[in-house]
Structure formats: C-alpha cells, structure tokens
Nanobody, 128 residues
Framework: VQLQASGGGSVQAGDSLRLSCAAS????????MGWFRHVPGKPREFVAA????????YYGDSVKGRFFISRDNAKNTVYLQMDSLKPEDTAVYLC??????????????????????WGQGTLVTVSS
C-alpha cells in the first residue's frame, strides 16, 4: 500500500484545513487507519484513528473536539478535518495503516508500532 497525504499549508490560528490520505496499490477498505504528527525533536504524536467500517474513531487529547477523522472507502481515501487550529498544531502530518490481524481499540490505536504502512507527510503550519 502506498499512502500520500496532502492538503497541508500555512494558515492562521483559528482557521481550518482538511487533510487527505490517498491510498494506491491496494484497497484500504479493510484497514483501520490512523493519523500521526511529527515535530522535529519531539516524539511522533497520535492524532486520530478510524476503524475500517468508520466506527470506533479515537482522538488524541490535544485535538479532541477540534479534529474529525473520516474515510471514503470508495475513493480509497481517509480525511482529517482540522478546525480551530492552534500554533501548537504545527507539524508534519502522516497517515498510516493499522496492522491487520491486530486488535484495534482505544489503547492500541495510539501506538505507532501498531501501524505498518506509512505515507509521506504533509506540512501544516499555523501562525498566531
């Protein structure tokens, strides 16, 4: 599976962005999916995850209530709607597939080691 994240950019605090993660090479309809973000010098941070059936979505504490993950399996794409952006949301955002056969729950979805295919990230810069 190849994943390509897009939709990043430079915005002002309070603005919104929608990121897309387009998959190719294989259907991701049976994959649970996740978004992480990375700031150089800091650990990769869990942002959101969604089950293959679009049920059981989980969010990182810092984005809960502001970000919303969704997917369109017909388009082989996962989205991350980001509202009320803050400067601390500035990061490279990456999408990944959750390892099939592993238990997906509120704990495991947050662990980057549970994900196998990772895409190239997209940079989001939020200025105050």
């Amino acid at each position: 599976v190849q994943l390509q994240a897009s939709g990043g950019g430079s915005v002002q605090a309070g603005d919104s962005l929608r990121l897309s993660c387009a998959a190719s090479g294989r259907s991701i309809s049976s994959y649970d999916m996740g978004w992480f973000r990375h700031v150089p010098g800091k650990p990769r941070e869990f942002v959101a995850a969604i089950k293959s059936t679009s049920s059981n979505a989980y969010y990182g504490d810092s984005v809960k209530g502001r970000f919303f993950i969704s997917r369109d399996n017909a388009k082989n794409t996962v989205y991350l709607q980001m509202d009320s952006l803050k400067p601390e949301d500035t990061a490279v955002y990456l999408c990944a597939t959750f390892r099939r056969g592993q238990v997906y729950n509120s704990f495991t979805a947050r662990l980057q080691g549970m994900y196998d295919y990772w895409g190239q990230g997209t940079l989001v810069t939020v200025s105050s």
